[in-house]
């Protein structure tokens, strides 16, 4: 026997089916691409801005995040529904495709069916199986989204169009399987066989009777029919569109380097206007990240502002500049979104790591945030405008005394480059670790270590002034780059060959911002510096077991990917890692970052504290951090949590120090 | 409206400052400077008033070395129209009456109706300098003022006496003010207006001392003997507590 089946059956094949069926099928394309002008219209509105280079990067991403689910399947449960779903759908859009092909086009034009035979029995088992995951899947996220119904998950209507109109179209799909198979293919195992749902539905619907499977296979195919292309029309006025949105935006995804801010034009004499407060100040792609958003939460729920009762949820900000866009375009983004949301964010980078859609949440509140610093002269409160007035006069935010910045290296032998240029390493210290007492200790670490690899090590000094970081992040993009051309003109100045910091802001900000300012000196962090004198032996070390627990500052890990080579070094020390519930890029902000480590935290919880109590779940004694904002935040957060007996925060450097063999110490 | 703020560039008071060679005065290096606190509420209290009566010309003037425009430009930044620097290198060695004759030369001819200035300077720390201006100019002056108010032609201010009490004094232009702590909260200049004062008027003059010979003189100036050592107290905090009260019996006479 001939495995295959009928295409068009009891439909027919004329003019009568194919006039109407592709008539129908031009309208809904028509009220599709009049949808996709709409909007490429409002994305328009926003500044120009390249995401089409590294074309071959580019679209190897995208195929990536969107064929394989990368992303989307980083999130089990919900992720993994969506993961299955969109595989099986695709799948049936193959299928569908192929029928299309052979009976439109192959098979009517010059005779050829290839649905037949093995591939035929392959396809309509395929397919079978597809629609049956599709509908499981589906049921399950209505499951989820109706009745579990997660906090924080936004239902609209079109959700339950989403829903309605795709279980519609399965069911349908199926139903007309069954009426047809009723008529041809159940007395016929060996064929029906290959369709089992198919089959299933079939033996259902046998009691019918030839007729009346007939008026109801013809009644249903239509009403599939007219289902499927109504999901076409809709598309693009519904969160459908995201089936397009979210994949170009893995297109138009930030290639990088992670966390790098875009650097504002200064010497423009003509810009009279920094940062956004209004959609046209936003650029193209931010108002595209509105309509790429599912909202899936996904940021929301790893925002520490968010968790800790501030009004900040980085999805409801995206979202904020797709409703302006949409509906009120000249309505005042700041306004809108509102400071205190604005202020909040610590650029923790956890909401962007985890976005299925590509979304970049933290440049668009820092664009907010230079209108109200640069334009408005306003910040979240009178201590930072002082910390930047400081740092202004002294090159730290503290409020020292900028010639005393290198004093704390001067027991420890350890010269400024002005005085001594011959060295192995800079040190970029930072302010912290330069003024801060419990800071000072790590650098002190932190010089012995490589005094005891025979490392030799210089320092700016008086010469050091703050990289910039938390001013840039609080949007002083004035003050910034004012800093940072200082910092890269006194660096080269010295023929630095390799820079090693211990803070992880000064890292990221001297190894990915200053590019702009043709900074291209090798950094490493000291975390990775060290892994790497003790791995290659220079740096000989006793193990001692301890049980610690691990933070990944948000600089070190979702900035920066390392995630390894800190949990080495630590083992290589005798220590067991005790991880906190949520670790490495999906470990919670200590709240020092985004500029917060000069604000104080007023509303909500204490984000630190919380980090600290996940800290001492872990029921191990220290908690090991390697910036020095971090451990700020973690003296600060065990006497707010009230655990000083209970966890210890220190440095990774400090606990090496410790366990340097005694020959070389 | 015309307007004059006078301002002094001082050191960061979290500076590490040394003794001059001469025992005189501070040693100018490693000092990170600024403009002196009172004086920058001085121009905001300026600035704000332009705001509100929008037709208002606002010159900032400041006397020492070269590196003063740093804070004039400040100033300019925050909203004053034109900048006068008296170069005067010496200035830091000249007292009050001489810097006051300085002011009131470049003012007697110009038709000032308020002078803001701060009510004295965080190093030097004389505050007679606003006093004088106004005495040379033959106008009043009210000082340590924590409030401002300008109304159709009339001042208001509030001024802070010792142990807290207010008393509000009226004025009428030209009048120099002083001011102090609390009468405001300077702004932070915006960038635009950073781009903007680069481009206002800054006038430099060499400085007209008016023939004043010297009446004082700073004979030496030193940090003070430390006197012992702190005391930290450690224990539980009745204890503490109890620790306290004893040590202010014995050794003060607050609880007498």
Wanted: charged residues 25%; aromatic residues 8%; hydrophobic residues 45%.
């Amino acid at each position: 026997m001939e495995f295959t089946r009928e295409i068009y059956w009891n439909v027919g094949h004329g003019f009568a089916t194919l006039a109407p069926m592709y008539g129908l099928l031009l309208l809904a394309v028509a009220i599709f691409v009049l949808g996709l002008v709409k909007r490429l219209k409002v994305y328009r509105l926003g500044q120009p801005l390249d995401r089409t280079d590294q074309r071959r990067e580019r679209i190897k991403h995208m195929l990536e995040t969107v064929l394989l689910q990368t992303k989307v399947f980083r999130v089990p449960g919900a992720g993994t529904a969506h993961a299955f779903f969109f595989w099986s759908f695709f799948v049936l859009f193959i299928g569908t495709t192929l029928i299309v092909l052979q009976a439109d086009f192959s098979d009517l034009l010059f005779g050829i069916k290839f649905l037949k035979g093995t591939f035929y029995k392959l396809f309509s088992l395929t397919l079978d199986l597809a629609g049956l995951t599709a509908i499981l899947m589906l049921a399950g996220l209505l499951v989820r989204r109706y009745l579990v119904r997660p906090q924080g998950l936004v239902t609209k209507g079109d959700d339950a169009l989403m829903h309605g109109l795709l279980l519609a179209i399965l069911i349908t799909g199926f139903l007309i399987e069954g009426a047809r198979m009723a008529v041809t293919e159940l007395y016929v195992p060996q064929l029906a066989a290959w369709s089992p749902v198919g089959w299933g539905v079939a033996t259902l619907l046998a009691g019918v009777g030839e007729p009346g499977l007939r008026t109801l296979h013809i009644g249903l195919w239509w009403f599939h029919l007219l289902l499927a292309l109504a999901f076409i029309a809709v598309l693009p006025y519904s969160k459908f569109r995201h089936i397009l949105t979210t994949s170009a935006n893995a297109f138009f995804a930030d290639r990088g380097p992670i966390g790098k801010l875009g650097t504002v034009n200064l010497e423009d004499e003509n810009t009279e206007k920094f940062g956004a407060n209004e959609l046209a100040d936003l650029r193209w792609k931010d108002i595209f990240d509105a309509d790429a958003c599912t909202l899936c939460k996904r940021c929301q729920d790893r925002c520490p502002a968010y968790a800790t009762g501030k009004p900040l949820s980085p999805m409801q900000v995206v979202n904020q500049i797709g409703e302006i866009a949409f509906t009120k375009p000249d309505a005042n983004l700041i306004e809108t979104i509102g400071r205190e949301a604005i202020w909040a964010c610590t650029t923790c980078r956890a909401c962007q790591d985890i976005c299925p859609a590509s979304i970049e949440h933290v440049g668009k509140i820092v664009e907010m945030r230079r209108n109200l610093v640069l334009m408005e002269g306003e910040f979240p409160g009178e201590e930072v405008m002082a910390a930047m007035e400081q740092t202004e006069v002294n090159g730290n935010p503290l409020g020292m005394g900028y010639a005393s910045r290198g004093d704390w290296a001067e027991p420890l032998g350890v010269k400024p480059l002005s005085e001594d240029p011959e060295v192995d390493v800079l040190y970029f210290v930072g302010c912290y670790a330069s003024f801060d007492k419990r800071n000072i200790a790590v650098a002190t670490s932190f010089i012995k270590l490589c005094q005891a690899a025979g490392i030799k090590v210089g320092i700016l000094g008086k010469e050091e002034k703050c990289c910039g970081e938390p001013m840039r992040k609080m949007g002083n993009e004035y003050l910034y780059q004012t800093l940072a051309m200082e910092t890269v003109e006194i660096i080269k100045g010295y023929g630095v060959k390799k820079i090693v910091t211990t803070c992880p802001h000064c890292f990221n900000t001297l190894t990915k911002d200053y590019r702009d300012f043709d900074f291209d000196i090798e950094v490493v962090p000291h975390a990775l510096f060290l892994e790497e004198l003790v791995a290659g032996g220079k740096l000989p070390v006793k193990a001692e077991d301890f049980a610690c627990t691990y933070h990944d500052s948000c600089y070190l890990g979702r900035h920066n990917g390392l995630y390894d080579a800190p949990r080495k070094l630590i083992r290589s020390m005798g220590g067991r890692i005790a991880e906190m519930a949520k670790n490495r890029d999906q470990a919670f902000c200590c709240s020092a970052g985004g500029g917060r480590i000069l604000a104080e935290e007023k509303l909500g919880e204490r984000i630190n504290v919380k980090r600290v109590q996940m800290a001492v779940e872990t029921g191990a004694g220290q908690l090991l951090a390697n910036c020095p904002f971090c451990l700020t935040m973690f003296e600060d957060g065990v006497k707010g949590a009230n655990v000083e007996e209970q966890l210890r925060p220190r440095d990774i450097a400090e606990v090496l120090a410790e366990r340097i063999t005694s020959e070389n110490a | 409206m015309n307007i004059l703020i006078c301002i002094k560039q001082v050191p960061d008071m979290e500076s590490k400052f040394k003794i001059n060679g001469e025992g005189t005065w501070y040693d100018r290096a490693d000092l990170a400077w600024r403009m002196n606190e009172y004086d920058e509420y001085a121009v905001e209290q300026a600035v704000r008033l332009k705001e509100q009566v929008k037709d208002a010309d606002l010159t900032v003037l400041c006397i020492g070395p070269d590196q003063v425009t740093e804070s004039i430009k400040k100033a300019l930044a925050m909203g004053c129209d034109r900048g006068v620097h008296i170069t005067d290198p010496d200035s830091s060695q000249r007292e009050p009456i001489t810097i006051a004759t300085m002011i009131a030369g470049f003012a007697k001819d110009k038709n000032f109706d308020i002078i803001f200035t701060g009510m004295q300077s965080q190093d030097r720390g004389s505050a007679q300098v606003g006093v004088m201006v106004a005495e040379l100019l033959g106008i009043p002056a009210v000082t340590t003022i924590v409030d401002f108010a300008y109304d159709n032609g009339s001042i208001q201010v509030k001024r802070e006496l010792e142990g807290g009490s207010k008393a509000l004094v009226t004025a009428t232009a030209p009048v120099v003010l002083t001011c102090q702590l609390g009468l405001n909260t300077p702004r932070y200049p915006t960038l635009p207006n950073i781009m903007k004062a680069k481009k206002k008027e800054l006038l430099a003059l060499s400085p007209d001392t008016g023939g004043i010979d010297a009446r004082q003189e700073t004979t030496a100036c030193y940090f003070p003997e430390k006197k012992g050592g702190g005391l930290v107290l450690e224990g539980e905090i009745p204890e503490l507590a109890d620790k306290l009260i004893q040590l202010l019996k014995e050794k003060t006479s607050v609880l007498a």
